[in-house]
């Protein structure tokens, strides 16, 4: 019964706002009642309550158009996961706040659409699985008793389980090839954008309110000016965090561009994986330096053609040629650096914190607590030895902060991740599935990798990216059908 009630409300409501666009006595209602708000909010409680009348009148339709349309949903995510730092230099906005609860809105949405379909055949699959576990062990510290701080764990959990929901929110998005292959075209336009953006501040320079913010904190300020340069970050809040975004799209681009797309298409990819190398080497970080070929020798030993051999051979003799090159200028410097780490005494410092802190994690197999260490532990445990720890890494703070067992679960999800994407590369038959398969594998291998030296999975916009691509990875092998291939046969024969 109330299903149906809930079918007829929303078809009812889609023919009047989508295809009567309002033109009807609803509408005029609508704006009536939203004109007189407006005026009399303003009269009475002034300007500051017009304007946040004005924002419920642009977020009203949004969030209707996000129910009807998870795709849309998901394409808004993507874009606040990438402004929302570059935001945060401007003004102090809560929108970490709204990209939670755009998120928990359109897994709402899904859960009410589902009682109707009653169809979880989209989640359904192992991944799934490991990803229920991996969230109901991240809720379960909430009561773990050494841990320091609750509200810690509050804000923990958003970023490692509670954004999470948005691989079955785009699971359920991804429900024909069109949409998906959109998706990754609109993830790539966003990164160029990102090394567009990246570019303007190497040649043009900052903006006012960008050198404040960077003037503003003494650590921030130092590491962004290294080696007589300022350090290239984009939209983000430090290089690193955009190399690792430019690491992995350009290789991303790389890999597609050998598919069976059209010419222009492959030009395009090549010309957007240059950019964003490009924009990489300004950011000055070592670790995307070192993803960028680890990437590279993981896609040439998965497909282990003649081309792309002769092509990767290439590729590692021209890096060769520059890591051997002798240079005075920062931003090779700081390349050829990432290949000499027996040199960089930052690389030994994480290697002693995490001998250091190996006894801990095996005497504790639960953690000491979500948000025990980094940015949480000192502000909500800053008497604890642990609000003091560099963790430097996304697999030492899981193993410090969920523990061994946490460590363990977290490292399966990512290796069924990988097996997943191997598996269905090698035997689907569509080429263009096939090839984006070996794309997505190849993203979520260098993710994978970025964790030991860096928190990379769990910081915007990666983490964002990491769910839907891992959305993909699940739902292409749906669509693997073989009269593409038959149809394209015959354009070549023709």
Partial sequence: MLANALDTIRQQFFRQVMLEKLNNPLGYIVVITIATAMALGTAVAGLKIGIILLGAIIAIPM???????????????????????????FASVPAGIALDGLVYFMTFAIILKQIKE????FAKNPISVLIL?????????????????????VFTVRSMAGLILLYFVACYSFSNLKRIF???????????LSALYGFKQEFLGFSQAELTWLYADEKRFQLIVQWGRFRVFSLFSDPTTFGIL??????????????????????TLIITALCMLLAMAFGGSRTPVVLVPAGMVFFTVLTLKKEILIGAGIFFVLGAGLMLKGSSNPILFRIQSAFKPGKDASVQVRLDNQAMIQP???????GAGMGSTGVWGKRFTPSSWLASFDHDSGFVRIAVEMGWIGLILYMALLFKILQTGIYYYLRCQNPKIKVTYLGLTSVLFILTLASYPQEAIVLLPTSIIFYICLAALVRLKDFDDLSEIEASKFEKAA
């Fill in 133 to 153: 576990l991996w969230v109901a062990y991240s809720f379960l510290q909430a009561i773990n008793p050494i841990a320091g701080s609750r509200l810690a764990w």
């Fill in 63 to 89: 969030f209707v158009a996000i129910f009807l349309n998870e795709q849309f949903g998901i394409a808004l995510t993507l874009i606040i996961a990438f402004l929302i730092q570059f935001i945060n230099k």
């Fill in 246 to 267: 430019m690491a992995y799209l350009s290789v991303f681009c790389i890999i597609l561009a050998t598919g069976p797309f059209k010419l222009w298409q492959r030009i």
């Fill in 182 to 192: 959109w998706m990754i075209k609109f993830m790539i336009f966003l990164g160029l």
């Fill in 118 to 121: 009653r169809d979880w055949s």
């Fill in 360 to 366: 801990y994690i095996q005497r504790h197999p639960f």
